[in-house]
């Protein structure tokens, strides 16, 4: 195979057989978006203008960041495996929950301004709602998991819905689970290790699991799929989540676990791909000064979101 390799600042991209698969640019400059993923360095990154504009790490730390968003006054919510935090711009840390001995957090969103919902990893495993100001643990609901002694693969993501109900994506029972406040089961889709989950404004869910990405209605109708093998260009190792962006794109993340191997410039981070799934931005950016690292979360900055909107049940 001809190849040829140009690398910018960190930005790989084939000029052979593989650009001509993987369509489009390989540029940070393509959104603004925050980039978060589990790595030793725990790093996240805001860019902007395609460039790194805000960025944090904790090497000491303990755990890997599983989930990470913007919130409307500037501050980053994350979950990272051992803890759940807040910090300010100025990398203040404003919040903090630690996980209990033997249980994990790998996700969390806002819930107002005051409250943050949570998922413990654990026996039992929980959705907890906590008061930030007070303190106060205003929910629990107890979730069914396959194991609960082996607490590491149960959940990694969740999100809340326009109707205030809660999407779960049970990693270790292969299905994402729509709760209302109540812990009521209202929904459910099977999947095959599932890790993302993310409603869409038409009411659809956009489902990651280790098979691929696809569009799920609540009849149980799959109006849209992407796999891994539609796109032979690119180089998969673990799918994650996905995001649905206003032109009608989708935006995967694909993680390298640097626990078991090691990245290459051929490597993928981020890939958009079109409602025919043409690829249109292939993200490999590995090397100084613009090395992002794993890829685990995006939160797409092009349209502000006002995450604290949502709510779940009565709570706002």
């Avoid at 990470?68 to 910090?87: D, M, R, T």
């Avoid at 299905?175 to 993302?196: A, D, L, Q, R």
């Avoid at 950016?285 to 049940?313: I, M, R, V």
Wanted: hydrophobic content about 40%.
């Amino acid at each position: 195979m001809k190849s040829a390799l140009i690398v910018v600042y960190g930005i790989a991209l084939s000029l052979s057989s593989y650009a001509q698969s993987t369509p489009g640019n390989n540029d940070l400059s393509r959104h603004d978006f925050l980039y978060a993923g589990e790595s030793h360095e725990r790093r996240i990154f805001i860019i902007r203008g395609g460039k790194i504009v805000w960025s944090y790490s904790d090497p000491a730390g303990k755990g890997e960041i599983s989930d990470a968003v913007l919130l409307s006054n500037g501050n980053i919510l994350f979950a990272h495996q051992f803890a759940v935090e807040e910090i300010t711009p100025e990398k203040k840390v404003v919040w903090r929950y630690d996980a209990p001995a033997g249980s994990e957090i790998h996700t969390a969103v806002p819930i107002g301004n005051d409250r943050v919902l949570f998922i413990q990893n654990g026996a039992p495993a929980l959705i907890r709602i906590v008061n930030k100001r007070t303190g106060i643990f205003e929910k629990e609901i107890p979730l069914k998991t396959k194991l609960p002694v082996n607490v590491h693969p149960q959940f990694r993501h969740a999100r809340l819905t326009s109707a205030g109900t809660l999407l779960v994506a049970h990693m270790d029972l292969d299905k994402v689970v729509e709760y209302n406040s109540s812990g009521e089961e209202v929904w459910s889709f099977p999947g095959t290790h599932v890790w993302g989950v993310t409603p869409l404004a038409n009411g659809n869910v956009l489902i990651t699991d280790s098979v691929g990405v696809r569009e799920v209605t609540h009849r149980g109708d799959v109006t849209w799929s992407f796999t891994p093998q539609e796109a032979p260009g690119c180089k998969f190792d673990n799918l994650q989540q996905a995001w649905r962006l206003p032109n009608g794109n989708t935006v995967i993340d694909n993680w390298v676990n640097e626990w078991s191997s090691s990245p290459t410039q051929r490597s993928l981070q981020l890939l958009e791909v079109t409602p025919d799934k043409k690829v249109v931005w292939a993200l490999h950016s590995w090397q100084p000064p613009l090395d992002l690292g794993p890829a685990t979360t995006f939160q797409s900055l092009d349209t502000p979101a006002e995450l604290e909107k949502l709510h779940f049940g009565e709570l706002y």
